[in-house]
C-alpha cells in the first residue's frame, strides 16, 4: 500500500477514477456540492508523491464512465448535454495540464435508457475509441457502417476513428453488434482495446443465452438463459 488520494475539495463526491497506464496521471470525476462536474487530475512525480496540478469544470452527469489513454494524451467522459436526458461523451485532448473539448457524441435512438456510454475505451495511442450503449435498439448484425432503430434492445458498440487533421478529430465509422443480437442480452456491458495498435477487441453480454462452451460454439443456442458471452474482433 503506497497511499491513498480523497477528492482535494471538501464536499466534492468523485465515484470515478481513471489511471494511465504509464501510471503518470490520475484523472478524477467528481461532483461538486452544487451539482456541478469537476475533472481533477493529480500527477505522479516520484514513486509515492502525486501533487494536483489542475482541476476544471465539466457538464455533470450522474456515475459518470471515463476513459483515457495509455499516456493521458486523450480523455473520454459520460457528461450531461442540456437536450438529451441521455446525456453525452465528451472527448478532450491535453494541452499541457489543460483538457481541451474536440467532440460530443449525443445518443441517436430512442432515449429513455440512461445507458449510452456504459462501457468505453481507447486504444493504447488514442487511435480509435469504443463507446457503447447495452441497450442500443438498432437493427441489423455484426459490423455496420448504417443501420436504423427498432423495438428490441440488442446492445451495440459506437467506433470512432480518429483523424489527426481534421476538426474534431474523432469520427463514428461503425456501429458493432453481436452477430445474433438478441432482445435484452446486453451487449456492450463491457468493452476493451488490445494489443500494441488496438488491433484486438471485446466486446462483453453478461446475458447472451448460448448453451455453447469454449471458443466458437453454437451462437444460436438459446438453452442458457443469461449465461453471457464474450465477442472477439
Not at 455533470?60 to 448535454?81: C, D, I, K, Q
Not at 491535453?94 to 445518443?107: F, N, S, Y
Not at 440512461?114 to 486504444?123: E, L, Q, V
Given at each position: 500500500?503506497?497511499?491513498?488520494?480523497?477528492?482535494?475539495?471538501?464536499?466534492?463526491?468523485?465515484?470515478?477514477?481513471?489511471?494511465?497506464?504509464?501510471?503518470?496521471?490520475?484523472?478524477?470525476?467528481?461532483?461538486?456540492?452544487?451539482?456541478?462536474?469537476?475533472?481533477?487530475?493529480?500527477?505522479?512525480?516520484?514513486?509515492?508523491?502525486?501533487?494536483?496540478?489542475?482541476?476544471?469544470?465539466?457538464?455533470?452527469?450522474?456515475?459518470?464512465?471515463?476513459?483515457?489513454?495509455?499516456?493521458?494524451?486523450?480523455?473520454?467522459?459520460?457528461?450531461?448535454?442540456?437536450?438529451?436526458?441521455?446525456?453525452?461523451?465528451?472527448?478532450?485532448?491535453?494541452?499541457?495540464?489543460?483538457?481541451?473539448?474536440?467532440?460530443?457524441?449525443?445518443?441517436?435512438?430512442?432515449?429513455?435508457?440512461?445507458?449510452?456510454?456504459?462501457?468505453?475505451?481507447?486504444?493504447?495511442?488514442?487511435?480509435?475509441?469504443?463507446?457503447?450503449?447495452?441497450?442500443?435498439?438498432?437493427?441489423?448484425?455484426?459490423?455496420?457502417?448504417?443501420?436504423?432503430?427498432?423495438?428490441?434492445?440488442?446492445?451495440?458498440?459506437?467506433?470512432?476513428?480518429?483523424?489527426?487533421?481534421?476538426?474534431p478529430q474523432f469520427f463514428?465509422?461503425?456501429?458493432?453488434?453481436?452477430?445474433?443480437?438478441?432482445?435484452?442480452?446486453?451487449?456492450?456491458?463491457?468493452v476493451a482495446f488490445g494489443?500494441?495498435?488496438?488491433?484486438?477487441?471485446?466486446?462483453?453480454?453478461?446475458?447472451?443465452?448460448?448453451?455453447?462452451?469454449?471458443?466458437?460454439?453454437?451462437?444460436?443456442?438459446?438453452?442458457?438463459?443469461?449465461?453471457?458471452?464474450?465477442?472477439?474482433?
Amino acid at each position: 500500500f503506497s497511499g491513498a488520494i480523497a477528492p482535494f475539495y471538501a464536499g466534492d463526491r468523485c465515484p470515478t477514477t481513471r489511471m494511465t497506464a504509464d501510471a503518470k496521471l490520475l484523472i478524477m470525476a467528481c461532483r461538486t456540492p452544487s451539482g456541478e462536474g469537476r475533472l481533477v487530475t493529480h500527477q505522479r512525480f516520484q514513486e509515492r508523491l502525486w501533487t494536483r496540478v489542475s482541476d476544471q469544470p465539466y457538464l455533470w452527469f450522474e456515475n459518470p464512465n471515463m476513459a483515457v489513454t495509455y499516456s493521458g494524451s486523450w480523455l473520454a467522459l459520460h457528461e450531461r448535454h442540456t437536450f438529451d436526458p441521455e446525456g453525452g461523451i465528451g472527448i478532450y485532448r491535453r494541452d499541457g495540464l489543460t483538457w481541451v473539448p474536440d467532440a460530443h457524441w449525443v445518443h441517436t435512438g430512442f432515449v429513455g435508457y440512461n445507458a449510452f456510454g456504459h462501457s468505453m475505451d481507447f486504444s493504447r495511442h488514442g487511435d480509435y475509441l469504443a463507446f457503447s450503449d447495452p441497450t442500443f435498439n438498432a437493427s441489423g448484425a455484426g459490423v455496420q457502417e448504417h443501420y436504423t432503430s427498432e423495438f428490441e434492445e440488442h446492445g451495440a458498440v459506437f467506433f470512432l476513428v480518429r483523424r489527426p487533421e481534421a476538426i474534431p478529430q474523432f469520427f463514428v465509422t461503425r456501429l458493432i453488434k453481436a452477430t445474433n443480437p438478441g432482445d435484452l442480452d446486453r451487449f456492450g456491458e463491457s468493452v476493451a482495446f488490445g494489443g500494441a495498435s488496438g488491433f484486438y477487441f471485446a466486446v462483453g453480454a453478461p446475458n447472451e443465452d448460448s448453451a455453447a462452451t469454449g471458443v466458437d460454439g453454437n451462437q444460436q443456442s438459446e438453452a442458457a438463459l443469461d449465461s453471457g458471452a464474450v465477442y472477439l474482433y
